[in-house]
C-alpha cells in the first residue's frame, strides 16, 4: 500500500448511493485515493450523515486497499470567511465547522477550503478576516481534521495566491496541528509561480510556509498563460502546463505521501479521468483524448 503512487480525482457523491457510489466511481477509474464534496459544492445545504452509506463505502475502500486518511474532502464554494459582510462571516464560520465534523465522520484527516474573497475590502483586512474566522472555529473544535488552505489563482480579489499570503494566514493559526495547504497546479501556473521546476517550487514554499504545511495537491493543466489570474483548468497534457511537467509532479519523492488529485474538464460529457490517470503512471502522454 505504501509504495503505491497517491493519485484520483474528484469524484461526485449523489442520491441514492452516495459515498459508495462515490467509492466506486473512483475504483473504477482505478484511483488510489479522491476527493469529493459531502453535498453540492455551490450551498452548505447538507443530506445527514446516518444517509451517506459511510459504512458501505470504508467497507469498499478497504478491501480495495485504499486508506480513508488519503482521501480529502473539499469545503464548499459558499464559505467566504473574507467577506466584510457580518452576515456571510458568521455563516461561513458554520459552514465550515459543520463541513470539517461530517469531514472526520467519514475518517477522512483533510479538507480543502478556498480561503477567501475579500470582494472590495482589501487584502489586509482579507487576510485578517480568514485569520479571526479559522481560529473561532477551530479553537471551538476538537478535531484531528485539517483545514488546508488552497492556493488560488488570484481572480478576483481571491486571497491565498502567492505563498507570503498563506504564510500570513498560517503564522496567526493558534493551533497550528488544523492547518495545512494544498498546492493547485493550474492556480500556481495563473497566479505567476513556474510549476515546471517542481523541487524549486518546493523550495520556495518550504523557506516562506513550511513544506510540512504541505498536504494535498491538485493536478490540473491551464488553459491560460503563467501570470494571467484566469483559474480554467484544462486536461492533463493539453494546456499550457503540459504532460511533462504534471508527470514531474506525480513521481516527485517529496509528494510520494502527498495525495494528488485531477479536477480537469470532462470531455464529450464524460469523466477522463481513468484515462488521465492511466497515462500519467504509465510515463506517457495520449494525445487522442481529445
Ligand atoms: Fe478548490
Ligand atoms: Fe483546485
Ligand atoms: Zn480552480
Redesign the pocket.
Request: charged share 40%; proline share 0%.
Given at each position: 500500500m505504501e509504495d503505491k503512487i497517491l493519485i484520483g480525482s474528484h469524484v461526485s457523491l449523489k442520491s441514492p448511493k452516495y459515498f459508495l457510489g462515490t467509492v466506486e466511481e473512483a475504483i473504477s477509474y482505478q484511483e488510489t485515493t479522491f476527493m469529493f464534496y459531502t453535498g453540492a459544492p455551490q450551498n452548505g445545504i447538507r443530506v445527514p450523515l446516518d444517509k451517506m452509506k459511510i459504512e458501505e463505502g470504508l467497507k469498499l475502500l478497504n478491501e480495495n486497499n485504499i486508506d480513508i486518511k488519503n482521501v480529502v474532502v473539499h469545503a464548499p464554494y459558499i464559505i467566504n470567511l473574507a467577506s466584510p459582510k457580518e452576515e456571510t462571516f458568521n455563516s461561513s464560520k458554520e459552514i465550515l465547522a459543520n463541513e470539517i465534523k461530517r469531514t472526520e465522520a467519514f475518517g477522512c484527516q483533510f479538507i480543502v477550503l478556498h480561503p477567501g474573497l475579500h470582494v472590495g475590502s482589501g487584502e489586509e483586512f482579507g487576510i485578517n478576516r480568514i485569520i479571526e474566522g479559522l481560529n473561532s472555529v477551530l479553537d471551538n473544535l476538537d478535531t484531528k481534521v485539517i483545514v488546508c488552505l488552497?492556493t488560488?489563482?488570484g481572480k478576483g480579489s481571491e486571497l491565498g495566491k502567492s505563498f507570503e499570503e498563506i504564510s500570513k494566514i498560517i503564522d496567526r493559526i493558534t493551533k497550528k496541528s488544523n492547518i495545512g495547504v494544498c498546492m493547485?497546479t493550474?492556480?500556481l501556473n495563473d497566479s505567476g509561480y513556474d510549476v515546471s521546476d517542481v523541487d524549486n517550487l518546493l523550495n520556495e514554499f518550504d523557506k516562506k510556509v513550511g513544506l510540512h504545511y504541505l498536504k494535498a495537491v491538485?493536478l490540473?493543466d491551464s488553459k491560460n498563460l503563467r501570470g494571467q489570474r484566469k483559474?480554467?483548468?484544462e486536461n492533463i497534457g493539453y494546456g499550457t502546463i503540459g504532460y511533462d511537467t504534471l508527470h514531474k509532479w506525480v513521481v516527485n519523492e517529496k509528494l510520494k505521501s502527498i495525495p494528488k488529485i485531477l479536477?480537469t474538464p470532462w470531455i464529450d460529457d464524460k469523466p477522463p479521468y481513468k484515462e488521465e490517470i492511466k497515462m500519467l503512471l504509465n510515463n506517457k502522454f495520449d494525445n487522442s483524448l481529445k
Open positions: 488552497e488560488m489563482a493547485d493550474c492556480h491538485h490540473n483559474d480554467r483548468h479536477e
